[in-house]
């Protein structure tokens, strides 16, 4: 064999070999895209005063926010919102782990440790989840939750009620009224 055909009998070994070593053929780790990887902005400690008629309605808090200019919306971390009543007076406020918030419509939902507080501190209702639907002035969940007032307790699998709770609808109830009234289910 002459050298210039080892040479390239080498060549030919080392391109192989070196194809081989390039095959894809371990495990690769999977992709996961995040709120933070697929936003249209990022920011950081937010707060947005939501408005109507020049009244303020709500202020949105969040230790981040990730904005998507398709669907108009943000989707929040460590979130606080406070609601206003007509006369720009606080009513309650809203705690969550996370939340989305659709610019549109002024939907807004909380998910993880939701927690609603009267401003009075006499009302308090938790649950894993919370959604706001402005356009029907209404708050609902189809999540287990409880609510707290005085000495009244209640909690059922789901509800649909105005901001206010005078217009409440409640699925497998059960309770305690301060009275001592018990809601069937209730032990």
Known sequence: ???????TVGVIVAAVAFAAGCNETGARPGVLATAADTADQTLIKV?????????QKS??????????????????RVVTVTFYDA???PTSTLTSNEGTYQTMTGAMQGRGNV???????TRTLKSQ?????????????????SYDQGGNHLEGTGFTSDP?????????????????VVLPGSE
């Open 87 to 89: 006369d720009g007076a």
């Open 164 to 180: 206010n709770f005078q217009r409440m609808t409640t699925t497998a109830p059960r309770g305690r009224a301060a009275e001592g």
């Open 115 to 121: 927690v609603v507080r009267s401003a009075d501190l």
């Open 129 to 145: 989840e919370l959604n706001y639907d402005p356009g029907k002035n209404e708050i609902s969940t189809d999540q287990p939750y």
């Open 47 to 55: 707060r947005h005063y939501i408005t109507r008629d020049g009244v």
């Open 59 to 76: 202020l949105v808090e969040a230790d981040t926010a990730y904005y998507y200019e398709g669907s108009q919306s943000f989707e929040l």
């Open 1 to 7: 064999m002459t050298a210039a055909r080892v040479v």
